[in-house]
């Protein structure tokens, strides 16, 4: 019997819900939980982790889970490392479903770096206006540059204090146009940004207005995950669903 464990809290895992809710497919959604009010899902939910490699082995079999599809984040490296592995253990068949990469064009000004720690290494020694578009998690390394004035943009207000002497934090939800973003830049007189690689659309806005201002961006490549399945369009992983062989590692 067919019941799927999606890993979701992205876009891609919303209209992947959508799809098995309207096919009345038995999946269960999964949140990681560090959004403080997660948009509701047409599916069964479940929010926190599952205690992992072995915990989330054990919920595979607890729960009788068929399939599984990765549509975190593209940066949460950890759970995908988790998910392969129990996938692996119990045997159970594993796709992710990954938005592609964005890859610079004409007139963009990109530096990739590896890491965080590479970005806030690649910033400028000159004091200036950064706009640090990376999310909560991964803020500390840039407490090595106090120098700076960050820009920080997250969904939820902070829940502590930052560990950046110099910050501003706006609080909004995506998606954001062009426009919009490119008045941000703008009026905060930002003269650098640092984004992660993770893909789509939602999130392109501010690389484009940077390349509209022909502002320097130091891009955050994706982590480097073991050997998977992966689908890049909804489709595809409906079709994994049927037929999980056909996708091949």
Same mark, same amino acid.
């Given at each position: ?15 992947? *819900?959508? *799809? ?112 640090? *578009? ?9 407490? *090595? ?105």
């Amino acid at each position: 019997m067919t019941r799927i464990l999606l890993l979701g809290g992205t876009t891609e895992a919303a209209d992947l *819900a959508r *799809a098995l809710a309207d096919r009345r497919v038995a999946a269960i959604y999964s949140y990681a939980g560090r959004t403080q009010s997660p948009a509701p899902q047409p599916l069964p939910t479940r929010i926190g982790g599952f205690g992992g490699v072995e915990g989330l082995a054990r919920y595979l079999r607890d729960e009788g889970i068929s399939h599984i599809v990765d549509a975190t984040h593209p940066f949460a490296a950890g759970m995908s490392r988790n998910a392969i592995a129990a996938a692996a253990a119990t045997g159970t068949p594993l796709c992710a479903f990954e938005r592609e990469a964005w890859k610079p064009g004409p007139g963009d000004l990109w530096q990739p770096v590896a890491t965080a720690e590479a970005a806030a290494a690649a910033l400028p020694d000159r004091p200036g206006r950064v706009f640090l *578009a990376i999310g909560r998690q991964t803020l500390a390394p840039f407490a *090595a540059r106090p120098h700076h004035h960050y820009l920080l943009r997250f969904v939820d207000p902070p829940d502590g204090p930052l560990p950046l002497p110099d910050a501003e934090v706006i609080v909004a939800r995506g998606p954001f146009t062009e426009e919009d973003d490119r008045a941000l830049l703008v009026s905060h007189r930002i003269g650098c940004v640092v984004a992660k690689n993770s893909g789509g659309i939602g999130a392109r806005a501010k690389l484009d207005a940077a390349r509209g201002e022909s502002i320097p961006v130091i891009m955050i490549e994706r982590p480097t995950l073991p050997p998977r399945r992966v689908a890049h369009d909804l489709r595809t992983v409906l079709g994994f669903l049927s037929h999980p062989a056909d996708l091949g590692v």
